[in-house]
């Protein structure tokens, strides 16, 4: 099968991966925070398929499910966090949110 090759996978993947990663250092909010983690997994998924592809074996394939059910459990677990802090009317400032007391 004739396609793009590895090289553009994984340049798009790196291009997913940095903003992500910027996302997470400059942005204060949670939620952009979480949405930038995924942009990040998403980003390092591609490149483990884009190298299984490559290498034609299916252990990256396998690796990425794992990393989607990761980030599946990381949205539950952060939006329920969210859900949590909005309902006793904490601000969601990355800042200020420095320890969770009950």
Known sequence: ??????AWYLGI???LFGVGALGVL???NVLIILLSLEIMLN?????LI???RHAHNGAGQIFA???MAVAASEV????GLIVALNRKRVPLDVDRLSSLRG
């Open 50 to 52: 884009a190298f299984s």
């Open 65 to 67: 499910l794992a990393v």
């Open 13 to 15: 993947a790196g291009f």
């Open 26 to 28: 400059i942005r204060r």
């Open 76 to 79: 539950v677990v952060g939006l």
């Open 1 to 6: 099968m004739l396609g793009p090759g590895i």
């Open 43 to 47: 980003g390092a998924n591609l490149a």
